[in-house]
Every structure is written in structure tokens, then in C-alpha cells.
């Protein structure tokens, strides 16, 4: 069965902290994409990769930044946690398509930040 | 640049009754179009997808969805909705033949609600 992962269903941490959040597919996807997701704004992109160390920002970039050094990872890097980016984050992954083929999405990373 | 409206929050469906789900998108080409539901606690999952052709398309859990060319419509239907179906939905929509552009726009949801 295809997988996207995301290391951490829940995650607490402190305002000021650096915090990463990984996410692994196991498809050979060109595409990788970090999403949040808040009640009432749907999903929202930050940002996403077409390639190894390829990045564009997405709608939501500001206080996040992303690092993919190999083809099946993509992690998503919160420099200073604030309060606001309190969260669901949602990763995904697609083959280089046209927009054409969907998207596989991971269970999500709960991030609350405090 | 391409936008989903899905205006209705939250709505509540009796179990066995039919269900009726609104997308409305913007965008000056015909985009390709998507349906996803979110279990509660779980990522997404694609219900339906529409590229072009037959503008009725089938998808999993008994789900179907209409493209309506001339509304900027794609709502998704189901007949007879189960207690399982309760979840949100989302209607996402991609930039169409324009390839390298990969990246969808998602909708704001639709929470679904069965009651017995």
C-alpha cells in the first residue's frame, strides 16, 4: 500500500522553538506538498517541490520555510513557532503530471504551539 | 488566478436520504477538477476526478459528480447516504492543460453530518 508518513501525529511545542516537521512517501512522487488546515479556511498551501532541493512558495509561505534534499522527503521547517501557527499540517505527494494525477496525503501532523 | 467556493459550511443529511454537495470554481479554462473526503483524524482521500469527456464521473463509495460548464459547477452527489459518509468534504480544482503546474486549490469544506 502506497504511504505518505508524517513523523508526529500530535506535537506541543513552546513559542520561539525551531520545529520540524517530516513527512516520507514511498512512491518515487516527483511532487511534494505541505498544506495547513484550519477550521473554516480549508487547506491552504505553504509550499511544495517538484524536485530534489526545488522548492516555490505556495499562498502561506511567511514564518515557514522547507528543505528537500532527497526525493522521498520533504520537511517543513517552523524558524520561531508562534502562537498562530497553531495547526493541522497536511503533506502530500503526486507524480509530475499536468495536475492530472492526485494527490496522496499523510494523516496529518497536529501542531500546537504554546 | 483559480479559486473553489463551496458555500455550505455544514449540512445534515438523514441516513438513506440523497445528498447533494456544492462546488463552484473560477477559472477561465475548463480546470481539472476533484472531489476529497476527510475522515475525521485522517488525511484526505480523492473521491471522484474530472479532466474532460462524459461530464458525469463516478467515483468510490457510490459518489458521483456533474461538471457544469455553463454554472462553473461540479457538485457531488450520492443517492442514499450511510451513517459512514459522515466526514468533510473537499472540492479542489488544478489549472488544467498546463503542464508543470501541478498545485490544486482547495475549497473551504463541507462538513457532513448524518443523523438516523
Known amino acids: 500500500d502506497v504511504k505518505v508518513t508524517q513523523s508526529s501525529r500530535y506535537l506541543v511545542k513552546r513559542t520561539g522553538e525551531k520545529v520540524f516537521l517530516e513527512c516520507v512517501q514511498d512512491?518515487?512522487?516527483?511532487?511534494m506538498f505541505w498544506y495547513r488546515q484550519d477550521p473554516g479556511l480549508g487547506l491552504r498551501l505553504i509550499y511544495f517541490s517538484y524536485d530534489v532541493k526545488m522548492k516555490e512558495k505556495g499562498d502561506i509561505p511567511e514564518g515557514y520555510s522547507v528543505s528537500r534534499e532527497k526525493k522521498e522527503r520533504f520537511s517543513l521547517i517552523l524558524e520561531s513557532a508562534s502562537t498562530n501557527q497553531t495547526s493541522m499540517y497536511l503533506c502530500?505527494?503526486?507524480?509530475?503530471?499536468?495536475?492530472?494525477?492526485?494527490?496522496?496525503f499523510g494523516s496529518g501532523t497536529r501542531l500546537t504551539v504554546v | 488566478a483559480q479559486s473553489v467556493t463551496q458555500p455550505d459550511i455544514h449540512i445534515t443529511v438523514s441516513e438513506g436520504a440523497s445528498l447533494e454537495l456544492r462546488c463552484n470554481y473560477s477559472y477561465g479554462a475548463t480546470p481539472y477538477l476533484f472531489w476529497y473526503v476527510q475522515s475525521p483524524g485522517q488525511g484526505l482521500q480523492l473521491l471522484l476526478k474530472?479532466?474532460?469527456?462524459?461530464?458525469l464521473v463516478q467515483g468510490i463509495k457510490g459518489f458521483e459528480a456533474e461538471f457544469k460548464r455553463s454554472q462553473s459547477s461540479f457538485n457531488l452527489r450520492k443517492p442514499s447516504v450511510h451513517w459512514s459518509d459522515a466526514a468533510e468534504y473537499f472540492c479542489a480544482v488544478a489549472p488544467g492543460a498546463l503542464f508543470g503546474n501541478e498545485k490544486l486549490t482547495f475549497g473551504t469544506g463541507t462538513r457532513l453530518t448524518i443523523i438516523p
Open positions: 474530472y479532466f474532460s469527456g462524459d461530464t
Open positions: 502530500a505527494s503526486s507524480p509530475l503530471s499536468g495536475g492530472r494525477q492526485s494527490y496522496t
Open positions: 512512491m518515487d512522487h516527483e511532487n
